[in-house]
Structures are given as structure tokens and as C-alpha cells.
């Protein structure tokens, strides 16, 4: 299994920027498929996932109405579109993934990860 995250930077207040995790070696279209973030000195915490089939999405509360996920089941690429970015929305950005989450933006659902991309918004 291999993702590979893309699409960080760095950006000023208000700005937007749009990850993408291209993900091969498994059943994609069967995955629950979700973002991580991790700033420095914290925990990893999930801000957003996906059911298989779009048919359910969850946001954390910090990123609900800001952040879209979404998915190119051709493609094989999960992607996150981030707006009106804020400074402690700086991290660095993981996507995972797995068979099924029944809690899916609890890291501990998850087992396959990508290596992250470094958002930072000042």
C-alpha cells in the first residue's frame, strides 16, 4: 500500500490550498479514506473522512465549513480543498487509510499512511 500526499505549502490568512493522496496496493473503492494533521507539540487528530461510495463525510468542528474532502475513484486521489486558512491550521497534513472506520477520524481506525505534506498559513 503506498500514498502519497501533495499539494502543501506555505500561504497567508485567508488563502486556500488543495491536497491531494494518490493511493495504490489496495481495494480503493471499498476504503474509508480520511486526513490527518499534526502540528508540532500535538497530537495527530483526524479533521476529515470519507465513507466508501461518498455516502458519508465527517469534519471536526475546526474545519467544518472551511475544508472540502472529496474523492476521484479514477484517479485513485483523495483530496482535501482547505479555505479561508488560518494560522493554527499549520501542520503537517497526513492522509490514511482503511478498510472500514467505524470511527473515522480516530487515528486508531487506520492503517495505512502517507508520509504528510507541511501546510503552514502565517
Known amino acids: 500500500v503506498q500514498l502519497v500526499e501533495s499539494g502543501g505549502g506555505s500561504v497567508q490568512t485567508g488563502e486556500s490550498l488543495r491536497l491531494s493522496c494518490a493511493g495504490s496496493?489496495?481495494?480503493?473503492?471499498?476504503?474509508?479514506m480520511a486526513w490527518f494533521r499534526q502540528a508540532p507539540g500535538k497530537e495527530r487528530e483526524g479533521i476529515a473522512a470519507?465513507?466508501?461510495?461518498?455516502?458519508?463525510?465527517y469534519y471536526v468542528d475546526a474545519v467544518r465549513g472551511r475544508f472540502t474532502i472529496s474523492q476521484d475513484y479514477i484517479k485513485r486521489t483523495l483530496n482535501l480543498q482547505m479555505n479561508s486558512l488560518k494560522p493554527e491550521d499549520t501542520a503537517m497534513y497526513y492522509c490514511?487509510?482503511?478498510?472500514?472506520?467505524?470511527?473515522?477520524?480516530?487515528?486508531?481506525?487506520?492503517?495505512?499512511w502517507g508520509q504528510g505534506t507541511q501546510v503552514t498559513v502565517s
Open positions: 490514511a487509510a482503511a478498510r472500514l472506520a467505524y470511527s473515522p477520524l480516530s487515528r486508531y481506525e487506520y492503517g495505512y
Open positions: 496496493g489496495y481495494r480503493y473503492s471499498t476504503a474509508t
Open positions: 470519507i465513507w466508501p461510495g461518498d455516502t458519508r463525510k
